[in-house]
């Protein structure tokens, strides 16, 4: 009853930008938090960055300063803006949401399907 569409993935140098988005849809009630999480190949899974609806943010150390997470609430959507990208960057990037459907009201969590992130040295 929810999905989360992420896009904005791509190839690019080291020193570059991106922007990705994740766009939630469905029976929707609250968004209490939203982020991004990133797997590398023979890696386990890493948050990146979240945001909690009281706007709070906790940022991997490996991307502060680089990375900027950003809400449209009337839109459902995060952003993450990725400046000054590294090959250690490089990983499929996951959308996370924690959200309480119209249907259940209880709170759980949703994952997109990934945008693969690529950064060349």
């Known amino acids: 009853q929810v999905r989360l569409v992420e896009s904005g993935g791509g190839l690019v140098q080291a020193g570059g930008s991106l922007r990705l988005s994740c766009a939630a849809s469905?029976?929707?009630?609250?968004?209490?938090?939203m982020g991004w999480y990133r797997q590398a190949p023979g890696k386990q899974r890493e948050l990146v960055v979240a945001?909690?609806?009281?706007?709070?943010?906790n940022y991997a150390d490996s991307v502060k300063g680089r990375f900027t997470i950003s809400r449209d609430n009337a839109k459902n959507t995060v952003y993450l803006q990725m400046n000054s990208l590294k090959p250690e960057d490089t990983a499929v990037y996951y959308c996370?949401?924690?959200?309480?459907?119209?249907?259940?009201?209880?709170?759980?969590?949703?994952w997109g399907q990934g945008t693969q992130v690529t950064v060349s040295s």
């Open positions: 469905g029976s929707i009630f609250s968004v209490n938090a």
């Open positions: 996370n949401a924690r959200i309480i459907t119209t249907a259940t009201l209880t709170s759980r969590d949703y």
């Open positions: 945001i909690i609806s009281g706007g709070s943010t």
